[in-house]
């Protein structure tokens, strides 16, 4: 019994509309993939990463979690991280979070109960950090927004710091980490103008 056929048609239509653009798209991939960007974001299911972009199969290499956390302890993404970096060799990581994200909601509200607890102290543990500016804010919303926002540089800083990077920087591999913001309500993103390219650049981020 097939299972869920409304998802196989869509699948057939959406290989065949490829296909007519171009017959040997799929026969190309399969020899390799050669993606510069290597997408770090959120599990929501309203923050699709190749289609923000506008990328196609093969173009991105991407890494979802809930509110796109980079733990250093997670080795699942550090393994994401490596891959992407020696072996594909991406010039481009893309730390994208996004605005109303429920699990930064969810650490700043109150702490949420089973595994995902654990996952979200790590915002948690940002949001008791930076209370000042947080509380700075009067508006609760644009104070959210604020926090999604610190997440995005603070996961981004966390890449920096990896082991993978770190290395990378030090062998002079060309390797840029962009922070980005994407907005549900408007399908828009946001460049946070953190980028950094090198590990000066990275301590001074973390400095300011
Ligand atoms: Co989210």
Redo the contacts with the bound molecule.
């Keep these: 019994m097939k299972t869920l056929p409304h998802l196989f048609a869509n699948n057939r239509n959406w290989s065949s509309q490829i296909t007519q653009g171009d017959p040997t798209f799929f026969q190309k991939l399969v020899q390799q993939q050669s993606p510069e960007y290597l997408w770090i974001g959120?599990?929501?299911s309203r923050?699709p990463a190749n289609e923000i972009v506008g990328l196609l199969p093969g173009e991105l290499f991407v890494h979802r979690n809930?509110?796109?956390l980079i733990v250093p302890s997670d080795m699942n993404c550090l393994s994401v991280i490596q891959y992407a970096v020696d072996i594909l060799k991406v010039k481009h990581i893309i730390v994208c979070?996004?605005y109303g994200?429920?699990?930064?909601r969810a650490a700043m509200e109150k702490h949420p109960q089973g595994s995902i607890a654990n996952w979200l102290d790590h915002i948690r543990e940002i949001y008791d950090r930076r209370q000042d500016e947080l509380f700075s804010i009067p508006d609760e919303a644009r104070r959210m927004d604020r926090l999604c926002e610190m997440n995005v540089a603070e996961q981004l800083m966390n890449a920096g710091r990896s082991t993978t990077v770190q290395e990378a920087w030090k062998r002079g591999q060309p390797l840029c980490l962009h922070g980005w913001i994407y907005g549900i309500s408007d399908g828009l993103l946001k460049d946070l103008c953190v980028s950094v390219s090198s590990d000066g650049a990275l301590r001074e981020l973390v400095g300011s």
Excluded: E
Aim: charged share 10%; net charge negative.
């Design positions: 959120c599990s929501d923050v809930v509110a796109n979070g996004h994200c429920g699990g930064v």
